[in-house]
């Protein structure tokens, strides 16, 4: 029991540590998803040159998403005309390049991680982008819209689905701050938290009982320490094979991720560890339901080898630069609430979710909660009026 309560208490207080950036993260999201609407990416994405591709990027990282329902999402955007590359690439943007994966890798690991995030990500997509121009066979583009079109269920599928962007017209700012635009805001916000809440939870979980239960020298021992050539050529090829192994994607991979780097891993094996949260067994499973077995086998293939050239890159150029930071810095919050400024920053942040969470359940905010993991034909669209 003492050994749980320790695992335990270890995972409250990396929660603890880190509510304010996602309340931040998801409330930047939401208020972007608020007033752009899906159609409108849509039409950005028909093909996969550069400047398509970094359009994808900009606004998968705008549109934040947990991992199961960015992969929903790249599948309605790929049947609706977009191009196959750029909504990989919309895809993984949505997930890896986002500001509140940022923020908590600053507050647990070093702003170099956050560095490391938003520039391995781009050259991830870069390097994914090249290897499907090389060997992705139309035919199998072919072969994976027809099986998109059979519709057949993953998960999220009526998040994904739903556009709760504003309709009325205006500047940016007049649609954001009307009625229906503090509503939209409300109802992305809430529903991405229902959205990633499993995935967090069960992340953070897990990284507690690794904390507490797994000896700081079997870490050693499997990630070469003390060997620093073969820890870095080892890292970004065993990361994204941990992350599989996980099944925890999303921002939940983030405090395993400090787990892993305060046991040894290498700088690029994090990244890569991070980077591979679109490619966990579960959804790898709804690859094969959207794109069909080939093309699941496919994006595993190409996907893992962008994430190890990625976390390579990044390992060899911020070691070049001496930017990797010393992993004694990492900290696995272990004190708890204390009156500090993440108490302070939590309970500001705490009182703007709780007023955002009233105005969703005033509007028809429950509904929603029943439909988002249903159907994307009985999914709702648009937000509702205040």
């Known amino acids: 029991m003492p050994a749980v309560l320790h695992a335990l208490s270890l995972t409250g207080s990396m929660t603890w540590e880190i509510t304010w950036a996602l309340i931040l993260g998801f409330a930047l999201s939401a208020v972007v998803q608020a007033v752009v609407r899906k159609s409108t990416v849509v039409a950005l994405l028909g093909d996969d040159r550069p400047r398509t591709l ?35 690439a919309f895809e993984i943007a949505s997930t890896n390049l986002v500001v509140e994966l940022g923020i908590i890798l ?62 009325r017209p205006g500047s940016f700012v007049r649609r954001l701050l009307s009625p229906e635009g503090v509503t939209a805001t409300a109802h992305v916000f809430v529903m991405e938290w229902a959205a990633i809440l499993r995935d967090l939870v069960v992340g953070l979980l897990i990284a507690g009982a690794i904390a507490a239960w797994v000896p700081d ?54 990244v890569a560890f991070v980077f591979a949260d679109l490619l966990i067994l579960p959804i790898l499973t709804i690859y094969r339901r959207y794109y069909g077995g080939r093309m699941a086998l496919f994006l595993l293939g190409t996907f893992y080898a962008a994430i190890v050239i990625a976390g390579y890159v990044v390992e060899f150029v911020f070691g070049g630069l001496g930017l990797i930071p010393d992993q004694a810095h990492a900290r696995i919050p272990r004190e708890g609430v204390a009156w500090n400024y993440t108490t302070w920053l939590n309970l500001a942040f705490l009182v703007l979710a709780a007023a955002l969470l009233v105005r969703f359940l005033r509007t028809g ?22």
Not at 57 to 80: D, E, N, T
Not at 117 to 138: D, Q, S
């Open 217 to 270: 020298t079997f870490w050693r021992s499997f990630f070469f320490e003390g060997h620093p050539l073969a820890a870095k050529l080892w890292g970004p090829v065993i990361g994204p094979l941990v992350a599989m192994a996980s099944f925890v994607c999303s921002i939940g991979n983030v405090p395993l991720a400090v787990v892993l780097w305060k046991g040894g891993i290498s700088f690029g094996g994090v």
């Open 365 to 386: 905010g429950r509904q929603m909660l029943r439909m988002m993991g249903g159907a994307p034909s009985r999914s709702r669209s648009g937000a509702e009026d205040s």
């Open 54 to 88: 970094a359009l994808a990027a900009g606004l998968g990282a705008a549109s934040s998403s947990c991992s199961y329902a960015a992969v929903a999402l790249a599948r309605s955007l790929f049947l609706k005309g977009a191009n196959f590359t750029a909504a990989m």
């Open 106 to 167: 600053a507050l647990l690991m070093g702003w170099q991680f956050t560095l490391a995030e938003f520039v391995g990500g781009p050259i991830m997509i870069v390097v994914l982008a090249v290897l499907l121009r090389l060997f992705l066979h139309p035919g199998l583009v072919r072969a994976a819209r027809a099986q998109a079109a059979r519709g057949l269920a993953g998960s999220m599928e009526g998040h994904a689905a739903m556009d709760m962007s504003v309709r």
